[in-house]
């Protein structure tokens, strides 16, 4: 990153020294009282009221400056909103002449100067609520200048920085010239309180796990490695937290939970980043049936908290959370898909692999030579029916050779007890009745190792603890992971995972030295 100055920051750096030579402190460290906010003066002022308006104490961000030579009009933005100030010259610089206004307000103030000032509340002769100013003090002292966003009377915007490169990079500003995007953001926020209070009042309780593993398990994926120095021991950053949270079911706890922050080496899109939230939750006596009632009850309560309705706009549809959702197997979703497209093939679960390799090559010519029959069915059913499904739908009954911690079908051979809840053409939620036969998940993860010989990098590890704790036995279990960021791009309406992201991960703006880095890393190593 450029530190080289351009004009404005220069100006402003210059403007920053006539105001500290003037004895000002611009960065004060003194506490400002505040007792009020753009929102609630705007939403609660009327002439009526204007005694309680009387001491009124708000700071903020100035947005928008109109000099009208011994006064001037602000625009001064908060957490909550806008409001507009009247700053005269009498009235903050009494008994000096104009040049100390010039020089404590007009001269050296610019829009991004963060300000607090005291007055009182009153109505302008065109109608706009404002604070007339009797008091000011900067607070902090913007250096680089904001982009520029023009607003008309009604608040419309126009020249919005749209730019994704810029908006996820530099979020920061983002939220001050955006203001909407902070909706989102206290959306997702909001959505997590409702998660938490329906769980804390079924009972279920709220548990930390590592998030630095000695094996990466829990889920099919590729992990990030990094070495622990104290140890020296190569260590990974959690793919999943669920094979710790059924470490507490069999400790003996019934109902735990987790907003686990994960971590997968794999591609980037818009609904895939690196680093991401899912919520996990395992509960000891009941099974996927059960899971799946208690799911479309939580999503309910989401829609409705959030938008006041089960039904929800994302882009041009309208998705409708009342519940029951629509139940249907893995395999009759691919062969509804193949009729609906005109396409010959019929596929079940008696298939081999090679038979499902002959249709998935006859589909798509290229395929990956080492995936098993579990990756082939699901290429079949991302590729063939998987965005079809806009209104919520339980996927359910997979393979077994799809789901290495998922206990066999009770009445379907070759089939696990397993769910995915589809939304909107993608997946949001993932589930199973746990698999705890300890002999039967020991062969499971065999076979997980075998394909990871033939070149799988996403096959699960071994983990031999956890099959020593369910050696000690684990009740009967049903277990979710619900994909946080992607729920929230669902009740925000919002097109990208970065949308939903404070900070999505970026490429570097400098490319790192890694040569320097070794160096660093070495060192703290002695």
Known sequence: MSTELNEQEILRRNKLEEITKSGIDAYPAALFEVNATAKSILESFTPEKAEEFKNISIAGRMMGIRDMGKACFV?????????????????????????????????????????????YVFITKVG????????????????????????????????????????YRQRYVDLIINPHVKETFIKRTKLVNTIREFLNAQGALEVDTPVLQAIPGGAAARPFLTHHNTLDIPMYLRIANELYLKRLIVGGFDWVYEFSRNFRNEGMDRTHNPEFTVLEWYTAYKDYNWMMDITEKLFEKIAIELHGTTKVKVGDNEIDFKAPFKRITIFDAINEAFKRSGKPYVINSDMGEEELRKVCLELYKDVDPNIGKGKLVDLLFGNEAEPYFIQPTFIIDYPIEMSPLTKKHRSKPGLVERFELMVNGKELANAYSELNDPIDQRERFEEQA???????????????????????GMPPTAGIGIGIDRLAMIMTDSHSIQDVLFFPQMRPEVKINTEEAELTDSSSKK
């Open 128 to 167: 706009e609520t404002s604070i007339h100013v009797t008091s000011y003090k900067m607070l902090s002292k913007s250096l680089r200048p904001l982009p520029i966003v023009k607003r008309d009377e009604q608040g419309n915007a126009y020249d919005e920085v749209t730019d994704p490169e810029f908006r």
């Open 450 to 472: 075998r394909l990871m010989e033939r070149g799988d990098d996403e096959a699960m590890f071994i983990d031999q603890d956890f099959l020593r704790a369910l050696e000690y």
């Open 75 to 119: 625009n001064l933005q908060d957490s909550t909103g806008r409001i507009q100030l009247y700053i005269r010259r009498d009235d903050i610089c009494p008994g000096e002449d104009k040049n100390t206004f010039d020089l404590l307000f007009k001269k050296n103030t610019d829009i991004g100067d963060i300000i607090g000032v005291t007055g």
